[in-house]
Nanobody
Framework: EAQLVESGGGSAQAGGSLTLSCVASSGFTFDNYAIAWFRQAPGKEREGVSVIGWGDRRTYYADSVKGRFTMSSDWQKNTVYLHMNSLTPDDTAVYYC?????????????????WGQGTQVTVSS
């Protein structure tokens, strides 16, 4: 059974906005984990989008989304969010939530041990 569940994906026009949610399930909690968003477009490698680190809970963003995407969290609800603004067709991908135990906030894919099932985001011009 999935331990991370993403939601909020769908279709948007260029310039539009979507907010993705990632909630822990099956008894899993975000305590002691960095939580990151990754995405994978067809024919491309999975890439890091943003992360909130364990401990200091600082956020970091890939250059491609800086100024457009913002992470937030509600730890009481065991939920993190990715607020996506000014979307472009290049943002089209399956978006995954992932957790890295005691992670410093890296966007290196191989460090993440727990993954959600992904949610599709499609942006049209």
């Amino acid at each position: 059974e999935a331990q991370l569940v993403e939601s909020g994906g769908g279709s948007a026009q260029a310039g539009g906005s979507l907010t993705l949610s990632c909630v822990a399930s099956s008894g899993f909690t975000f305590d002691n984990y960095a939580i990151a968003w990754f995405r994978q477009a067809p024919g491309k490698e999975r890439e890091g989008v943003s992360v909130i680190g364990w401990g200091d809970r600082r956020t970091y963003y890939a250059d491609s989304v800086k100024g457009r995407f913002t992470m937030s969290s509600d730890w009481q609800k065991n939920t993190v969010y990715l607020h996506m603004n000014s979307l472009t067709p290049d943002d089209t991908a399956v978006y995954y939530c992932a957790a890295d135990r005691q992670g410093p906030g890296s966007l290196r894919t191989y460090l993440y041990s727990v993954w959600g099932q992904g949610t599709q985001v499609t942006v049209s011009s």
